[in-house]
Every structure is written in structure tokens, then in C-alpha cells.
């Protein structure tokens, strides 16, 4: 039985002495450097997840295939990525993350591997897919070592490491593609984009086992491996028939498919609510119309972004002829676009929503101005304005987001919130490489595909008017 003292708390008993403070644990000691771990860790998944938009017309060139190959170099591995990361964050609670990060850091330079030596279509999205496993279970792991490793006076300023290294990453990486194809360095070709992933994977998995701290498993945590197949499989269903579907006419099979989704969906939501512990999406999140609607936006937005970047990727190659190093200078604009206008997000906070929706109205009118200059011989300056300005709408829109929605999430939703929003990021990201890449390759017009990215991006703008209209500061990262 406890028995209650009646004292106020604030006052210690006349004849003991007053308790002291308990001293904070010594933060750990290799944390920086466990940083840059960590760090590597996400440069080479991003760099992963965009070098195919620029090497995909001359992996196509080598190893055969139609246009669903280019879709697929890219989807394969974002779906791959999706499905892991349902489960990869929850591993690394169940085994402990530093040994999730070992696993998935050799996996990813196995499968880097892998795709570097593919002599078939087949082989080398095989080897895709595999990239994408691993990289899920490496790159949730992150997030919970750094709150491991550092002290809350700390975190603030190494998340903030991430914003200029991902920014570099994203404007160097397309460059070191295009540049390393066009070099064709020993006879390799595009198989180097892949093979310098080996001694930078070595070296990272080297420094991760000597500098990030062993963790110990949490007890009580399970799968949910039902849900997570359910989600999975709803996202194959509709991303598989709309690349495939185009280069078989349409037949009954993809329609089909693209119904079980809707279906399998379904069934997940339904299975989520009655389940009665360990869910994979937290039911009451399934019941807030603003998490929903963010969820829908993130899907839209998500789909445009990834999709109209590997349509450029294709569009400046095969339309205009660009080497590829041409074309990943000519993305340039992009990438910096997108540095400037997520800082610019980060400096206008206090006004919430509006931020977004304004970043949807730049990132159209970006789009429309493509639709109106792609025209045959247009040059890399032309092409630029329009492709710096959808790079701002784009950070504007990305900066506020996950703060956004997670206000509509109670303290205690954050961590599956956290996972579904970085799912929905993957799934829209397949989804728009399935999406405008068929219409790309189906009408043959950069134009189209393009308009086609305009309206998407008036639907963020319509669904961004349900959204909370102040974002949460201490939603995180997502990335």
C-alpha cells in the first residue's frame, strides 16, 4: 500500500536534509561524429533515391527495355522504401538501432552492388528494390539515436545540421550523376553512380559500428505485420498497373488492380480500428479530418514533386537532347530554388497554413510556365526561371507541412503520425513517378505532362484549405 505525505511537496521535512537535484547523465561522447554517421547514411539514400532521373535514358540505352524501365528505376525503389519503412523504425525498437543501422547500411552498399553489375532490366529493379529494403531499415533509425546521443539543449542544433547537408546533397548529387556517366571513368559508364556507394558504405558501416552507442531493445514492442502487408500491398496494386498498364494497352488485369487497391485500402483502415494493440496507424489519427486532409495533401503534393523532377530528368535527355551531364546543370536551378524557399518557410512560421498555400500557387504557376517555354531547342536559360521558382514553391510547400499537420495530432499520436506522414511521403512520391511518367511517355508531350502537374498541384492548394492554420514546432524532421 502507498502511503501519501501530506507536506507540501516543495517543503522538505524539518528533520531531513533537502533532497538534491539529480545530475544529468554525461552526454555521449562521440555524438558529433555519430552525427556524421548518421548523416552519410542520408546523403547516400537521397542520392539513391534521385540519380536514376538523370543516368535512367542511358541505363535504358545499355540494357534494353521500353519507358516502363525509367519509371520503374525510380518506383521500384521508392515503393521498396515505402514498404520498409512501415517497419523499419519499429525493428530498430524491437533489436536495437544501432544494429538496424548495420544492417541496413550493408544491405544498401550490397544492393548498390547489385545494381552496378545488372546485365537485364529485370536484374538491375531487382537490385533496386533491394536498395530500398535496406535503406528503410537504416534511415528511421536516425531520428531516435540522435535523441539518444544528445542533450535537449543540443538536438535543436544537430537536426539543423540536416538542412545544409541535404541541401548540398541535393544540388551536388544530380551533378556527381551526370558527370560520372559522361566521364565513363575505367569503361563503368553508369554503373559508377552505384559503385561509389561500395567505399563509402564500407567507411560508414565502419564508423557506425565504432561511434554510435549500442541500444537496447525496448520490450513489449511487436510487428504489426498484417497491417503493414495490407499497406503494402494497396500501394503495388495501383503503382504496378499504372507503369505497366500504359505499355500493354490497358488491359482488363490493370483496371482490375488498380480497384483491388481501392479495396485493400479499405480493409486496412477497417483492420487498423479494430485492432487492438500495436497498430501500425494509430486509430484515432484515422478519425481527425485534419490529419486526413494532410494526408491527402502530403500524397498530391508528393506525386507532383517527385514526378515533374524525373520528368525534367527525361524531358531535357530525350526531348532536347541533353548529355547528362547538361541536364543535371540544367536541374541546378531546382535544387537551389527548393534550399531558398525552405528557408524562407522556416522565417515566415507564424504564418502557418498560408505559407503552404502559397507555396501550391508558386509551384503551379511554375509548372504553367513550363507548359508555355518547352518547346524544341530551348536552352538550360530559358528553362531556368521557371525551374528556380518551382523549386521555391516546392520548399515553401515542404518547410511547414509536417508542422502543419502534426497540430491536428495529440502528444500522444506524434510517433505514428510521425511514420504515416513519412510513408504517404514515399507512397506520393511512387504514385507521381507512375502517374506523370505515364502521361509523359503516353502523349509523348512534355506540355501535357506538365499541365498535368499544374492540376495536381491546384489540388494541394483546394485540400491545403482543411489544414490546421499554425504548425506545430516541435513536430520534428521528415525527410
Known amino acids: 500500500m502507498t502511503v501519501l505525505d501530506a507536506r507540501p511537496v516543495d517543503t522538505p521535512p524539518a528533520t531531513e536534509p ?7 547523465p554525461a552526454p555521449y561522447k562521440w555524438r558529433w561524429p555519430a552525427l556524421g554517421v548518421i548523416l552519410a547514411g542520408s546523403v547516400m539514400e537521397l542520392l539513391d533515391a534521385t ?4 543516368a535512367g535514358p542511358t541505363i535504358r540505352a545499355d540494357l534494353g527495355g521500353g519507358p516502363a524501365l525509367l519509371q520503374w528505376l525510380g518506383a521500384a525503389y521508392v515503393l521498396a522504401m515505402t514498404a520498409g519503412l512501415l517497419t523499419g523504425g519499429r525493428l530498430g525498437d524491437i533489436v536495437g538501432r544501432k544494429r538496424m543501422f548495420l544492417i541496413g547500411m550493408a544491405g544498401f552498399t550490397v544492393g548498390s552492388l547489385l545494381c552496378a553489375v545488372a546485365v537485364s532490366p529485370e536484374t538491375v529493379i531487382a537490385a533496386r528494390v533491394l536498395q530500398g529494403l535496406f535503406g528503410a531499415a537504416m534511415i528511421p533509425q536516425g531520428m531516435g539515436l540522435m535523441k539518444e ?12 545540421m540536416f538542412g ?3 541541401g548540398l546533397a541535393a544540388v551536388g548529387g544530380p551533378i556527381l550523376a551526370g558527370w560520372l556517366v559522361q566521364a565513363d571513368l575505367l569503361g ?11 567505399p563509402v558504405g564500407l567507411l560508414a558501416a ?11 531493445p525496448a520490450g513489449g514492442v511487436k510487428l504489426d505485420l498484417p497491417g503493414t502487408l495490407l499497406a503494402s500491398l494497396g500501394t503495388v496494386l495501383i503503382v504496378f498497373p499504372l507503369v505497366q498498364g500504359r505499355e500493354h494497352g490497358w488491359p482488363a488485369w490493370s483496371f482490375a488492380m488498380m480497384a483491388a487497391s481501392l479495396v485493400t485500402f479499405a480493409l486496412f483502415v477497417v483492420y487498423e480500428k479494430h485492432r487492438k494493440a500495436h497498430h501500425l496507424v494509430a486509430p484515432s489519427l484515422l478519425r481527425k479530418p485534419a490529419f486526413l486532409s494532410g494526408l491527402a495533401v502530403g500524397a498530391i503534393y508528393f506525386a507532383a514533386f517527385g514526378g515533374v523532377f524525373m520528368v525534367i530528368g527525361l524531358y531535357t535527355q530525350l526531348g532536347l537532347g541533353f548529355s547528362p551531364l547538361k541536364a543535371a546543370l540544367t536541374s541546378v536551378p531546382s535544387s537551389l530554388g527548393m534550399i531558398l524557399g525552405m528557408g524562407a518557410a ?18 503551379g504557376l511554375a509548372t504553367t510556365a513550363l507548359l508555355v517555354v518547352a518547346e524544341p531547342g530551348v536552352s538550360p536559360w530559358q528553362l531556368a526561371p521557371a525551374l528556380a521558382f518551382l523549386g521555391v514553391g516546392s520548399g515553401l510547400v515542404m518547410g511547414p507541412y509536417f508542422g502543419i499537420v502534426m497540430a491536428a495530432v495529440d502528444p500522444a499520436e506524434t510517433g505514428s503520425a510521425s511514420g504515416t506522414l513519412t510513408a504517404i511521403q514515399q507512397v506520393g512520391n511512387a504514385l507521381g513517378l507512375a502517374v506523370l511518367g505515364t502521361v509523359f511517355f503516353g502523349s509523348g508531350s512534355a506540355e501535357i505532362t506538365f499541365g498535368v502537374a499544374a492540376g495536381m498541384t491546384a489540388l494541394v492548394l483546394v485540400v491545403g484549405l482543411l489544414l490546421p492554420k499554425q504548425a506545430r514546432q516541435d513536430a520534428g524532421f521528415a525527410h
Open 164 to 166: 545544409p547537408v541535404m
Open 51 to 54: 540519380v536514376t532521373n538523370i
Open 18 to 24: 533537502a533532497a538534491k537535484p539529480a545530475a544529468e
Open 346 to 363: 522556416q522565417g515566415l512560421a507564424r504564418h502557418g497554413r498560408r505559407v503552404l498555400l502559397a507555396g501550391a500557387v508558386v509551384m
Open 188 to 198: 563503368t559508364g553508369w554503373r559508377m553512380i552505384f559503385l561509389i556507394n561500395l
Open 206 to 216: 565502419l564508423a557506425a559500428a565504432r561511434f554510435l552507442p549500442a541500444t537496447r
Open 149 to 160: 546521443m544528445f542533450p535537449p539543449k543540443e538536438l535543436q542544433a544537430a537536426f539543423g
